[in-house]
């Protein structure tokens, strides 16, 4: 049996007859750049993240760095998250000419520690030091970061919040923190039953940004990305500064960049929105296989699942195990016909890029720990339970053979 990581010849044969069509429909139009599938596209993802303003751009890197400059974050300037991205997460900061600063991780969901993030902020405010003026919480793997606390201590500091929202499309945080606990991995709290207090992510802060990258969990057939948000002005200043700084043709206000979403890639991603429900709903079914039959083998001691928050939505964009002897693992499963990923396997500050910084190994001691132990095993909306049930066998017998 082989088995991908992902599979997008299967999803693309499911609705091969809509995205033909959509394509088509663009090339039939000749509405390549700008045009009614942006606007019909930014408008009904707008609607589905819960806010009043979308923007089609590049890339999700595109997405952030916008963001960040439209916040005003410059020279001089820092900006809090995670070792544990995509480098694109810094990439972004750099680009706007600010400094990145991590915060380890959360030893169950791999996010942004809360506490470490306050001990950070308070401690900085004791020094007289307020070059921190904003924080990119990454919804890593598909579940939401801890929301509630990183908007108070925002807040509390005057802090500007841009969710990394790039692999976590759908899923949504809900209130109050009291209901915090180890759910089930299937779907947790509806969206619709209270829609006060659940919110999807990138709505929560004051910038929200996606990527769809083919892999994505809403993915476009080329790279496309998008920023969205509630306050109006900075929409209008997000789309101008997208398009060369201009509202008009050769109408110029400032300075921007040229990052924008092509008509083809829209079409695309409108034809896919109205599924990524269901295929949502997939996901979460056979996380929860995994865990059945992980469970059944009685393998839970030697292999660590995803925990889950009970008050959150998790989308399952990579389904994560952390496991011992990784590497011989990998092999084994390999050899069985099964892919697998390692997302991530070199802690940001730990990379030759970010030397400059001055961290050193042990600097984020959780964050260097799981990048060690952490495999992406198969996970996409098609993926079937027979397939699971082989992955898992052959999982636990690699396990078993390597202790």
């Not at 990379?351 to 992406?376: C, M, N, R």
Request: charged share 25%; net charge neutral; with cysteine.
């Amino acid at each position: 049996m082989e088995i991908p990581l992902v599979d997008l010849k299967a999803q693309y044969i499911s609705i091969k007859t809509e995205i033909d069509e959509a394509i088509q429909n663009v090339i039939r139009k000749a509405a390549f750049i700008g045009g009614d599938e942006i606007e019909e596209f930014e408008r009904v993802f707008a609607e589905y993240c819960g806010v009043k303003h979308c923007i089609g751009v590049g890339n999700g890197t595109d997405a952030l760095h916008i963001a960040l400059r439209c916040l005003d974050i410059k020279q001089g300037d820092e900006v809090v998250t995670v070792p544990n991205t995509f480098i694109a997460t810094t990439e972004a900061i750099s680009m706007a000419g600010a400094r990145p600063v991590f915060v380890d991780i959360d030893k169950d969901t791999y996010n942004i520690d809360t506490t470490k993030l306050e001990e950070l902020l308070r401690g900085r405010i004791s020094r007289n030091d307020s070059s921190i003026k904003a924080i990119i919480p990454v919804h890593l793997y598909g579940q939401p970061c801890n929301m509630e606390p990183i908007l108070e201590m925002a807040k509390k500091y005057d802090l500007k919040v841009i969710e990394d929202a790039a692999q976590a499309h759908g899923a949504f945080y809900c209130y109050p923190k009291e209901v915090r606990d180890q759910g089930n991995v299937n779907n947790g709290p509806s969206i619709s039953s209270n829609p006060s207090l659940c919110k999807r992510v990138g709505s929560i802060g004051d910038i929200g940004c996606f990527s769809f990258y083919p892999g994505k969990n809403l993915g476009a057939y080329g790279d496309g990305g998008a920023v969205i948000t509630n306050d109006d002005e900075l929409a209008k200043k997000i789309r101008m500064f997208a398009n060369h700084g201009r509202k008009e043709k050769y109408s110029h206000e400032f300075e921007g960049i040229n990052s924008r979403l092509d008509g083809i890639q829209a079409a695309v991603l409108k034809a896919k929105l109205k599924y990524l429900e269901e295929w949502t709903e997939r996901r979460c079914k056979n996380a929860l296989c995994y865990k059945e039959f992980l469970s059944d083998r009685l393998a839970l001691k030697t292999i660590i699942q995803p925990y889950k928050y009970k008050n959150v939505r998790h989308v399952y964009h990579l389904y994560v195990v952390r496991v011992s002897h990784r590497e011989r693992i990998r092999t084994e499963l390999s050899k069985s016909g099964i892919a697998t990923g390692i997302h991530y396997p070199i802690p940001l500050h730990l990379l030759q890029a970010y030397e400059y910084l001055g961290y050193k190994q042990g600097d984020f001691p959780v964050a260097e720990k799981v990048s060690k132990e952490i495999l992406s095993l198969p996970m996409y909306p098609e993926l079937t339970s027979e397939q699971i049930s082989y992955i898992c066998d052959c999982l636990c017998k690699a396990m078993k053979a390597n202790h």
